[in-house]
């Protein structure tokens, strides 16, 4: 158990809709990442938040939005979703934010009907 | 523009030989380089890092070579055990940089 909760494990919703993920880092972590894993590809970062504050953005669409909330809980918010947007969503905590070791929440699997 | 490449997508291995899993990147300015296993349904988790003032570092089984100048590293498990069926990410990152960036992964089967 890497500590790292994310819910919902699975969601299944239809194109244009709004869906939101849920994180609960590591206790003491202060920094909460973003990345989303589609079919066989590798890891892209979508985004990282560090203590409330966006700290660095990768690949990460428009219609994506993400906040980390005082209780350093993060969420990752989704709109107008398309069919391409089915993946699975990792989020993964660090203590300090850079150069150290990620620890990941087991994901949540979103499918676009 | 991938920045961490893993040009092997899947590796096997016999139990008991050596497993060589590599990753090549682009931007010299990554000075930290760490590998993922990553089961099904879980998420990934931490192997072994390495600085960029080293050049090798080991735990246990697992041993990471880093080639600066190559900008290429190397993760060799031995001996290879079936429990070691997974895929393998490399990723990297840089001080001050924030992000950490993964590459495609290799999946990696050891045959008994």
């Known amino acids: 158990d890497s500590g790292v909760t994310q819910t919902p494990k699975h969601l299944i919703t239809a194109t244009g809709q709004r869906v939101t993920l849920r994180c609960s880092p590591r206790?003491?972590?202060?920094?909460v990442y973003w990345y989303q894993q589609s079919l066989d590809q590798g890891l892209q970062f979508l985004i990282q938040?560090?203590?409330?504050?966006?700290?660095a953005k990768g690949n990460i669409l428009e219609r994506f939005s993400a906040q980390q909330f005082p209780d350093l809980h993060s969420e990752l918010n989704l709109s107008s979703l398309e069919l391409g947007d089915s993946a699975l969503y990792f989020c993964a905590s660090s203590l300090q934010g850079h150069n150290e070791k990620l620890f990941f929440g087991s994901g949540t699997q979103l499918s676009v009907l | 523009d991938q920045q961490v490449k893993q040009n092997s997508p899947s590796l096997s291995v016999q139990e008991g030989r050596i497993s060589i899993l590599n990753c090549d990147y682009t931007?010299?300015?990554?000075?930290?380089f760490l590998w993922y296993k990553k089961y099904p349904a879980e998420g990934p988790t931490f192997l072994i890092s390495i600085s960029s003032i080293k050049d090798k570092n080991e735990d246990g089984r697992f041993t990471v070579f880093l080639n600066k100048s190559a900008k290429h590293l190397s993760l060799h498990i031995v001996p290879s055990q079936p429990g070691d069926s997974a895929v393998y990410f490399c990723?990297?990152?840089?001080?001050?940089?924030?992000?950490?960036?993964f590459g495609a992964g290799t999946r990696l089967f050891v045959k008994a």
């Open positions: 206790s003491g972590d202060l920094s």
């Open positions: 938040y560090y203590n409330g504050e966006e700290r």
């Open positions: 931007n010299s300015m990554f000075d930290y």
């Open positions: 990723a990297a990152s840089n001080t001050g940089g924030f992000k950490t960036i």
